[in-house]
């Protein structure tokens, strides 16, 4: 049997070690400590937007985090993306609130505007204005950052701008993670670079990190004794984990240019198979690649071709779930236009990683092309 082709497996570089070796010497094994703040200020350096970083124990805390301090409280409404993974939604549950689905646009997949502003008018028109606006830019193509922002600006609806899988895409040469009133990003096994699980909340406004990294660490107000006026949470990042991640921001460029040759080794040598298509970038939408995915021409077709590919030890997966289709968020009000539902029904990810060898990506090609009969 051939070896195991994974979906997106982390890809160390080795100067992870020399980080955590250094935590080891010192004993910075808690959570906190120089390699914390030394990601932080990595993370800011890259994103060059006056951001600031609160690095987490991962994207799902700081979303929770981020829909606190964005103020959303129990039975208010929060509007977000139907298709993305159920991270982008669940903490809207913890809080209590409400989420409100939004279909996706053909041209990213990503939340359509029409359907934004259509469930924004009728949410009013219902009684309740959404709190929050969550929109992800799936397997890391941006979203169309100009057209939400205006509908948010609009109805004066704060953006939470779900980053966990475009990290280093850009739109408009500006980076992903920088688009929200708050973004987060995620590091989490799979992700384009990876702590083995960790995240960041990413804000340009200081009062926000500060009261982040205060809620993160059990919100301990400032005094000898153990003071509590507020709720806390332990996710701040340790101190450990913060090591690999600084190994690996050394790296991230060379991360997403593995990531794109993988979709454009695709994209080129299955271009003849017209039973496939893939997704072009929109002008000004710079993708990271994060997963390299693939359109057939029907649910069967899709499912067909998957099983072959499991069949030679190749791992690929169908597009996100909707969150409308879940049957945990089902009967939750939604907006929906249809796109979401067929791009699940025909759409695959390929193994994507930025460490798959040539040989490995020729294994995947051949399985599929033997699949439409092309050799
Ligand atoms: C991975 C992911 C998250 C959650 O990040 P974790 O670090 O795994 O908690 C949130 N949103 C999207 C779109 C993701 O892909």
């Known amino acids: 049997m051939n070896s195991k082709i994974w979906l997106s497996s982390p890809h160390m570089s080795g100067k992870e070690l020399d980080y955590i070796n250094k935590a080891f010497e010192t004993n910075w094994i808690a959570p906190l400590g120089p390699n914390v703040t030394g990601f932080e200020s990595d993370i800011q350096e890259y994103l060059n937007d006056n951001s600031l970083v609160a690095a987490l124990s991962s994207g799902t805390a700081a979303i929770h985090l981020a829909l606190i301090l964005l103020g959303v409280k129990q039975g208010d409404e929060v509007i977000c993306q139907s298709m993305t993974f159920s991270a982008s939604v669940n903490p809207i549950v913890y809080l209590g609130a409400t989420p409100i689905?939004?279909?996706?646009?053909?041209?990213?997949?990503?939340?359509?505007?029409?359907?934004l502003e259509i469930a924004i008018i009728d949410r009013i028109k219902k009684g309740k204005k959404p709190k929050v606006i969550i929109a992800v830019h799936l397997y890391g193509m941006p979203y169309k950052v100009d057209e939400i922002n205006k509908i948010a600006n609009a109805y004066n609806i704060p953006v939470l701008e779900d980053s966990a899988e475009a990290f280093g895409s850009t739109y408009k040469n500006k980076k992903c993670g920088t688009f929200g009133k708050i973004s987060i990003l995620s590091f989490n096994g799979n992700k384009i670079i990876s702590t083995s699980g960790g995240g960041a909340l990413v804000t340009k406004d200081s009062i926000i990190k500060e009261k982040a990294v205060f809620l993160a660490t059990q919100a301990r107000d400032k005094s000898v004794a153990y003071l509590h006026s507020h709720i806390g949470y332990n996710y701040r990042m340790s101190n450990v984990l913060a090591g690999i991640g600084r190994g690996q921001m050394e790296v991230i460029d060379k991360r997403v240019k593995a990531r794109r040759d993988n979709y454009n080794f695709y994209s080129d040598n299955l271009k003849e198979i017209e039973e496939i298509t893939f997704i072009d970038e929109p002008k000004e939408h710079f993708s990271n690649k994060w997963l390299s995915c693939i359109l057939t021409k029907s649910?069967?077709?899709?499912?067909?071709?998957r099983i072959k590919l499991e069949e030679n030890n190749i791992e690929s997966r169908p597009l996100w779930k909707p969150m409308h289709q879940q049957p945990i968020f089902m009967n939750y009000p939604k907006y929906l236009n249809g796109v979401s539902d067929e791009l699940f029904k025909k759409g695959l990810c390929l193994p994507s990683g930025?460490?798959?060898?040539?040989?490995?990506?020729?294994?995947?090609?051949?399985?599929?092309?033997?699949?439409?009969?092309?050799?």
């Open 101 to 115: 689905f939004i279909d996706s646009e053909k041209e990213t997949w990503n939340i359509s505007p029409e359907q």
């Open 299 to 305: 649910e069967s077709m899709r499912e067909e071709l």
């Open 354 to 375: 930025s460490n798959l060898t040539d040989n490995e990506l020729n294994r995947v090609l051949s399985v599929i092309k033997t699949y439409f009969g092309v050799c």
